[in-house]
């Protein structure tokens, strides 16, 4: 399927909007043309022959299609952007769901500014060659028939003439078509890298001011924009060369006609008012002519940018399975687990072997780079097992559906993500949840109060990415929020780090008592957390070194009391 085809399906999506927007086109294009033609009318008949009774009727059928011209133009306009608009949130629409499937490892290997621009910039050229370009390319490709049909009814050679002018502007535009589209190409690229740097200096701008790098960041900036500069200017210096040729042909043609035309006014081959008449369209004839030509050449253009959507939206996905889990979970294992990063040389995880107690509280830890967040990632499925399988109630998680499996879990990540909205809204995320369940929750969470102490409460609103909060602040929102859903499986993932002993050991107790009789997996550097855990897995270099509870592993373990000591006694180590 090429991309012809691939912008094809989604049009028909539009297709009764695109069917009439055509036609409101065509016809605004004949009212237009209609326009101009009266003229010859009350030139001829009433100026020259003197038929001053067809003066008023004339100017009366003027004016009504100058009415249906201007209101045919505006409501065209409508239509089109409706069109478009409707074509452009199915465009958004689909990507935003492949990007929720797309493996997560394509994630760490692209910029974030990149799928900002196939969201809005590729998605909005895209629509807009559907809604605006094609039937503004019929609507010219209509006019210039017609043109071409009067102009060589009142003069053959006229006609002739300017197709043959028309045949040296489409060699030239063919001669600055390949060097425009390479140009656009090049301003588009620096463009997107520009918005990039942009978008990240935002993002990075408590860091750049704590460093004190102001200075550092600007010129960065004037280095980035001072490419994107010199492609812009260069993709000037190529318009102007065109629109100095087109110009040229335009007025030369204009002087053919006013030339030609008298001559053959002044031989009464030609009235005057057919005269004044066919040297306005043989300047919209040409005009007609650049714009299809300039329709069928930019199709091109217009095509990178539906082959750049379609580049993301056909690219690789998840294994999506298609077992449903009709019980609830009754076992979960990992079976001879290897995993290792696309980025990295060395595998993360080798051969793990772990059975996951439902129902119970499950500990990993071990040292940096170890391989337990890395655990957690594989059972949420942002990635798969290179070789090993995961099972739950025996069956490979492979094989079960993403849907199904994510209701089942939930994961606080030790960065949780806030959205730009309201508290009320972050704890919810769309759900239906009573106010008396969500304050019963984060009271539990040791945030209730904090919440209830804004003026606005929950309704409060908590910046991008809940800048307005503090790291432990929002890291109890995002365990209050796993806590809302209720799941059978909640992974915690350094949920805890941002807190003070204190308030986590709070929050550690009610986690414990809510999640009595539903399986708990916590991945901790701060082994506090998980003294009272059913079974705790230790974990260095990708391997499980031991297992058992915390009072079997100060026993009989090796790695296990290391860790203990040294967080109790860190400079003594």
């Keep these: 399927m090429n991309n012809k085809q691939w912008i094809w399906i989604y049009a028909r999506q539009v297709k009764g909007l695109l069917i009439f927007t055509t036609l409101l086109l065509v016809i605004e294009m004949m009212a237009n043309i209609s326009i101009i033609g009266i003229q010859k009318f009350i030139i001829d008949d009433v100026f020259v022959k003197r038929n001053f009774d067809l003066l008023v009727p004339l100017l009366a059928g003027l004016a009504g299609l100058a009415i249906i011209y201007n209101v045919i133009?505006?409501?065209?306009?409508?239509?089109?952007?409706?069109?478009?608009?409707?074509?452009?949130?199915?465009?958004?629409?689909?990507?935003?769901?492949?990007?929720?499937?797309?493996?997560?490892?394509?994630?760490?290997?692209?910029?974030?500014?990149?799928?900002?621009?196939?969201?809005?910039?590729?998605?909005?050229?895209?629509?807009?060659?559907?809604?605006?370009?094609?039937?503004?390319?019929?609507?010219?490709?209509?006019?210039?028939?017609?043109?071409?049909?009067?102009?060589?009814?009142?003069s053959p050679i006229l006609l002739l003439t300017i197709l043959g002018v028309s045949v040296v502007y489409i060699a030239l535009g063919k001669y600055f078509a390949p060097r425009m589209k390479k140009s656009g190409k090049e301003v588009a690229e620096k463009r997107t890298e520009l918005l990039v740097m942009i978008e990240e200096g935002i993002a990075s701008s408590r860091e750049v001011i704590a460093y004190h790098r102001q200075d550092w960041e600007k010129n960065r900036f004037r280095s980035k924009f001072g490419m994107y500069f010199t492609k812009i200017m260069q993709q000037v210096q190529l318009?102007?060369?065109?629109?100095?040729?087109?110009?040229?042909?335009?007025?030369?043609?204009?002087?053919?006609?006013l030339g030609y035309g008298g001559y053959m006014v002044i031989q009464e081959n030609l009235s005057i008012g057919l005269f004044v008449v066919v040297f306005q369209f043989s300047s919209q004839l040409l005009t007609s002519y650049e714009r299809v030509y300039n329709f069928l050449v930019g199709l091109a253009g217009q095509m990178a940018a539906v082959e750049r959507v379609r580049e993301v939206m056909d690219g690789e996905k998840d294994h999506e399975g298609t077992e449903m889990i009709n019980t609830s979970i009754k076992s979960l294992s990992i079976d001879n687990v290897s995993f290792k990063y696309e980025s990295e040389s060395v595998p993360v995880l080798q051969g793990v072997h772990i059975n996951i107690p439902i129902g119970k509280k499950v500990?990993?830890?071990?040292?940096s780079g170890g391989g337990k967040s890395t655990i957690?990632?594989?059972?949420?499925?942002?990635?798969?097992?290179?070789?090993?399988?995961?099972?739950?109630?025996?069956?490979?998680?492979?094989?079960?559906?993403?849907?199904?499996?994510?209701?089942?879990?939930?994961?606080?990540?030790?960065?949780?993500?806030?959205?730009?909205?309201?508290?009320?809204?972050?704890l919810s995320m769309g759900r239906e949840v009573s106010e008396e369940h969500m304050k019963e929750i984060c009271s539990k969470m040791q945030i209730h109060d904090f919440i209830e102490s804004l003026p606005e409460g929950y309704d409060t609103q908590v910046g991008e990415r809940g800048i307005q909060l503090s790291g432990g602040q929002r890291q109890r929102i995002a365990l209050a929020r796993a806590l809302l859903v209720d799941s059978e499986i909640l992974i915690l993932d350094e949920a805890t780090s941002a807190l003070d002993l204190e308030t986590e050991r709070q929050v550690q107790r009610h986690l414990d008592d809510?999640?009595?009789?539903?399986?708990?997996?916590?991945?901790?550097?701060?082994?506090s957390t998980i003294i009272d855990a059913d079974i705790i897995y230790v974990l260095d270099e990708g391997q499980v070194i031991e297992q058992g509870t915390h009072q079997e592993l100060l026993t009989k373990g090796s790695i296990y009391p290391k860790?203990?000591?040294v967080q109790n006694n860190p400079v003594g180590v």
């Excluded at 500990?363 to 040292?367: I, Q, S, Y």
């Excluded at 009595?516 to 701060?526: E, F, G, K, P, S």
């Design 514 to 527: 809510s999640r009595r009789n539903l399986t708990t997996i916590v991945i901790a550097h701060r082994l």
């Design 363 to 367: 500990a990993f830890v071990g040292t």
């Design 73 to 154: 133009h505006l409501y065209a306009a409508m239509v089109r952007n409706r069109g478009q608009f409707k074509l452009q949130r199915v465009l958004v629409e689909d990507m935003i769901h492949y990007l929720h499937c797309i493996p997560v490892g394509i994630f760490r290997n692209q910029r974030t500014g990149k799928y900002v621009h196939n969201l809005t910039q590729d998605i909005d050229q895209a629509s807009g060659l559907v809604a605006h370009q094609i039937p503004n390319g019929i609507m010219e490709i209509s006019g210039a028939l017609i043109l071409s049909v009067i102009i060589g009814f009142a």
């Design 376 to 426: 957690a990632q594989l059972l949420i499925r942002f990635y798969e097992p290179d070789t090993g399988l995961i099972r739950v109630n025996e069956e490979p998680l492979s094989n079960i559906q993403r849907d199904d499996w994510s209701q089942r879990l939930s994961i606080v990540f030790q960065e949780p993500f806030l959205f730009p909205d309201t508290i009320r809204n972050n």
């Design 239 to 257: 318009n102007n060369q065109q629109a100095l040729f087109s110009m040229s042909m335009l007025w030369g043609i204009r002087l053919i006609v």
């Design 563 to 565: 860790l203990i000591r």
